[in-house]
């Protein structure tokens, strides 16, 4: 990956926590770190194969000073969002928020917060099987799209048998293929939100639900939390989560299996068969 780096801008505003750092304001320095290709643009010499550098610091200078933050962790994380919201061709962005005037009362040359924020291209399963499900599944998509969320791909809708606890009604699912912004954890609570707003209550395991939002991948990566497993662990048994993704991303690999799923969903179909 290439950078474009913007070092040691310079900006004068009011964020702190104290009263008197939102009135009176104080220095704080910048670095920026685009990671992008730049060889389209070294090849064509077309700085709107780019990002314009002049164009950036004015715009971060015009976003820092617009409203007054009680972190300088928030005035990195919006800088982040900015720059990938608007630079579609920016994979991620190095914030460093440095403040010089930092209220301590020790010698200390400055102090900082680094972020860093990338595109992430990452898998969701929706299942519904309480309610109108189409229409709890289609409110759940437009509840994910937000400013850090992009909903790129929607699987068909498949009406199937209840997985795991199966004396209760079928299942209406779909797999979708979003960008977001979010960090595992964060599109997590996000995503459980969603399901409390939907009225999903968690009584029974695999039980009934209005709605059921799951991190199937998240990029490449593979996650073991204890809250948070991905590659979900039940997909290559899932034929109603094989089926649709299969829709959207038959040779997507899986990270752990090193296996398409176009393949996946034909072995258990096979598999399934043979019983």
């Known amino acids: 990956m290439d950078y474009i780096v913007v070092s040691d801008l310079l900006i004068f505003a009011n964020h702190g926590v104290f009263q008197e750092e939102k009135t009176l304001g104080q220095k704080f320095y910048l670095d920026l770190k685009l990671g992008l290709s730049t060889q389209r643009a070294a090849l064509s010499n077309d700085l709107k194969a780019s990002v314009h550098y002049g164009e950036l610091a004015q715009h971060i200078t015009t976003l820092f000073q617009q409203q007054s933050y009680d972190l300088i962790e928030t005035c990195a994380e919006k800088i982040a969002h900015f720059i990938l919201s608007t630079y579609p061709i920016v994979d991620e962005a190095h914030v460093r928020v440095k403040k010089p005037w ?35 599944l289609e409110t759940a998509i437009q509840k994910l799209n937000n400013t850090y969320i992009k909903v790129t791909k929607l699987s068909s809708l498949y009406r199937t048998k209840a997985w795991g606890l199966t004396d209760q009604p079928d299942f209406l699912n779909q797999v979708i293929e979003i960008e977001t912004f979010y960090e595992p954890q964060t599109l997590l609570q996000h995503l459980q939100n969603i399901e409390l707003e939907l009225g999903r209550e968690r009584h029974i395991h695999w039980g009934p639900r209005t709605i059921d939002i799951d991190i199937l991948f998240y990029d490449n990566q593979i996650i073991y939390e204890s809250n948070l497993i ?13 089926e649709p993704i299969c829709d959207i991303a038959p040779h997507y690999i899986h990270p752990v299996l090193q296996k398409p799923m176009r393949y996946l969903f034909d072995t258990l179909k096979t598999d399934t068969a043979s019983q």
Do not use: C, M, W
Not at 115 to 135: E, M, P
């Open 102 to 136: 930092a209220p301590i009362t020790l010698p200390v040359e400055s102090v900082y917060v680094d972020i860093v924020r990338k595109r992430h291209r990452a898998f969701l399963s929706l299942g519904s099987n309480i309610g109108d499900s189409q229409v709890l």
């Open 230 to 242: 991905v590659p979900h662990p039940y997909i290559q048994e899932r034929t109603f989560v094989l």
